[in-house]
Nanobody, 123 residues
Framework: VQLQASGGGLVQAGGSLRLSCGASGRLYSNAAMGWFRQAPGNERELVAVRYWGGSSTYYADSVKGRFTISRDNAKNTVYLQMNSLKPEDTAVYYC?????????????????WGQGTLVTVSS
């Protein structure tokens, strides 16, 4: 599986951005795709996940109510709609995927990583 992410940029506080991540290759029924972010000096943080089975999602508390992760089934693509952006959302955002076909022991466990895309929120 390979991932291609896009959509970062510069936005003012309160604004919106949408990130996209497309996956090529086989994904099994218990696959998932999500987004991590890492700001300078900070640890990597799991932001949101969309699970293939059903329509379940995961959001970090810091983005609940502001970010929405969605999936285009036909394109094996997930989108992260980020609204009401804050300066503290500034980070490099990384797309990640679980191929599925096995058990996963942690919410943070992923198999494949895409390149990062920079999101900068100015105050």
């Amino acid at each position: 599986v390979q991932l291609q992410a896009s959509g970062g940029g510069l936005v003012q506080a309160g604004g919106s951005l949408r990130l996209s991540c497309g996956a090529s290759g086989r994904l099994y029924s218990n696959a998932a795709m999500g987004w991590f972010r890492q700001a300078p000096g900070n640890e990597r943080e799991l932001v949101a996940v969309r699970y293939w089975g059903g329509s379940s999602t995961y959001y970090a508390d810091s983005v609940k109510g502001r970010f929405t992760i969605s999936r285009d089934n036909a394109k094996n693509t997930v989108y992260l709609q980020m609204n009401s952006l804050k300066p503290e959302d500034t980070a490099v955002y990384y797309c990640a995927a679980r191929r599925g076909g096995r058990r996963y022991s942690s919410v943070n466990e992923f198999d494949v990583w895409g390149q990062g895309t920079l999101v900068t929120v100015s105050s």
